[in-house]
């Protein structure tokens, strides 16, 4: 065999595999977008509407498992990605202090805000708008689930936490904080109980104790 028909079949496979990701990855976006349109329908919005705040979260999960083919590890991320309730964030260069925005979604405003109204808000309280948690929520399940643990969560979610450093403002409060570990238990249980649903996390006017624990648990209280 000829080093020029190796080449020829090197560069035939090489092509094949960045069709396969391409599509692979233009698959993960369409499913985005889709379940996107889901949580800005007039359907999502009345069935939240009837059903309450928390049994909606299980709804965007649910739309997502169908159109990832039950596939838990792409639900959750395409909810990630389906929740962020920012169209950028700023990252801020060390040193020079120059900021450069990171886009983070191609919505046009008014689908944007649309959404974002759509969102699930009175997850921990009543009275308080945490639709920002889900985002929260969900990429940490993604990260437990995909590495069967919580040390690569909670590695990621420290430095989240600390994002602020470098202009990032990803985490406001301790809210946040408790959403990353909730996602992160749901990223767990999924592999014990498939069939898990994100609502048995969410329990209303629950904040406080929940708060505790976590500072109990990691020795801060």
Known sequence: MSALYKLKILTFIALISYSNAQ????????????????????????????????????????????????????????????????????????????????ILTSESGEKFKKRVSNLPSKIFSDTIDDRDKLQHFFFSAYITYKNTGRETADKIGILVEKGEKFGLNLVQDERDIIANRLGQRFGLLLHKIPYALPSRFFVKNSFEEDFYRLLKSEGKF
């Open 23 to 102: 599509l692979l990855i233009d698959s993960k976006i369409s499913r985005v977008h889709k379940l996107r349109d889901f949580i800005r329908s007039e359907e999502f919005k009345t069935l939240k509407e009837k059903l309450g705040d928390v049994l909606a979260i299980d709804l965007i999960y649910k739309k997502a498992l169908v159109l990832c083919n039950y596939d838990i590890e792409e639900a959750l991320l395409i909810c990630g990605f389906a929740t962020l309730d920012h169209k950028e964030i700023k990252f801020k260069l060390p040193i020079i202090g120059l900021k450069i925005p990171l």
